[in-house]
């Protein structure tokens, strides 16, 4: 097991369905320090979300903006995704076939959880339909750390 120090917890978060300023404001009543962003193409549709931007506002507010995308999933491998099975499908892929070819990625985010208390970005609100959700799994079997999906009040 590899020791991180500084973190005993690993957090995810989804941007689907809030504002930024609700986004912004779990994070700092999370005391998160460092956003992860694990999107393989940083660009939304929703205002302040796409890379640059959510750079700019998350600097403007004191926590670090790191975009990774080979933890990411290609967009081809996202288009048939019709039910819960389909993205189980995507997600087991993922783990067995994406990640082992990202170890050096993955040696990153490890050393950049171990600097500061840090979440890991994408767009679904629902974990469940994240592939963040798998990646943090592999990240606290591999370190220990719990994983906190963070959600918001509504």
Not at 32 to 50: A, E
């Amino acid at each position: 097991m590899i020791s991180v120090s500084k973190q005993t917890s690993i957090y995810t978060i989804g941007y689907e369905g809030v504002v930024f300023e609700t986004f912004l404001r779990k994070l700092k009543n999370s005391g998160i320090k460092q956003l992860i962003d694990v999107r393989r193409n940083p660009i939304s549709r929703k205002p302040g979300f796409s890379k640059n931007k959510l750079a700019q506002k998350l600097q403007a507010e004191g926590i670090t903006y790191i975009h990774i995308p080979e933890l990411g999933i290609p967009s081809e491998m996202r288009r048939e995704l019709n039910n819960k099975e389909d993205y189980v499908k995507l997600f087991d892929k993922y783990e067995t076939d994406l990640l082992p070819t990202a170890q050096r990625q993955k040696e990153i985010l490890i050393n950049l959880l171990e600097e500061k208390p840090s979440v890991l970005l994408c767009f679904e609100s629902d974990p469940e339909y994240c592939h963040r959700t798998r990646l943090a799994k592999v990240i606290a079997d591999e370190t220990g750390l719990q994983q906190i999906h963070l959600h918001y009040s509504h």
